[in-house]
């Protein structure tokens, strides 16, 4: 996956090579289109040829859309009865694209990682001629070459998220309760934040980028982050 910064174009969009398909025999070995001096096998991505040269190079490449929200939108609403209160903050995106890479979707990633995640089980066998990611082949290999060394839509993934940002539920004693106690006012609560989030990408946290403040994408996205903790908490209000 590359990005590019193209009069017309969102800054940082991203430009790669489309799929279409894996080759599920040697027939489609034989007739379709490869990168130039790969050996490719049953199970490895198959690439749209955009200029119908017979071979897949950087001339076939799309543009994927940009990593930045094109709809964002939050929620706020509080009610108070008899005492008790509740807040509620929902915040999320509704369009973005993420570009996410490395272990997360290659598996066994080079030679560092040599794990593969629950997520990537879904590879091409032949009875499973539909997957989400392509055969599993060694890292060095050409099938791994062709498969994780060329960026394409692969790589792409829906951001779009729906997250509980804040709840507070409390309670504030009735004043003449809080007299007794010599205070004016207390009131008890408990809180949480980030507790639920509802999203496509369920092994990433979706408000993960690969861009730095810089709009940088040195290393790109591969979850090697810190992901948006989730937070209980109790707390009381004193009015002396």
């Known amino acids: ?47 749209v040829d955009v200029n119908g040269d017979g071979v897949i190079d950087d001339n076939d490449k799309f543009v994927f859309g940009n990593p930045f929200p094109r709809l964002t939108f939050g929620f706020t609403y509080n009610v108070s009865y ?17 570009f996410i890479r490395g272990e997360q979707v290659e598996p066994f990633h080079v030679n560092y990682s040599q794990v593969i995640y629950q997520h990537e089980l879904d590879f091409w066998t032949p009875q499973n001629p539909d997957a989400r990611f392509p055969r599993l082949a060694a890292s060095g290999s050409q099938s791994n070459e062709n498969n994780f060394r060329r960026g394409s839509d692969m790589y792409l993934f829906d951001g779009k998220y729906l997250r509980v940002k804040n709840v507070q539920v409390g309670y504030t004693l009735p004043n003449a309760w809080a007299k007794l106690l010599g205070l004016q006012k207390l009131r008890a609560y408990v809180s949480g934040q980030n507790l639920l989030t509802f999203s496509g990408v369920k092994f990433i946290d979706p408000e993960s980028t690969e861009f730095n403040s810089n709009l940088g994408a040195g290393g790109a996205n591969s979850a090697r982050s810190y992901p948006t903790p989730i937070y209980y908490g109790f707390g009381l209000d004193v009015t002396l």
């Open 1 to 47: 996956m590359q990005v590019i910064n193209r009069v017309g174009l969102p800054i940082g969009s991203y430009v790669a090579l489309k799929r279409d398909g894996y080759f599920q025999n040697l027939h489609d070995i034989q007739t379709g289109p490869k990168p130039t001096g790969l050996t490719v096998s049953p199970g490895d991505n198959r690439y």
């Open 82 to 98: 008899k005492g008790f209160d509740f807040n509620l903050f929902l915040q999320g995106v509704g369009k973005r694209s993420m």
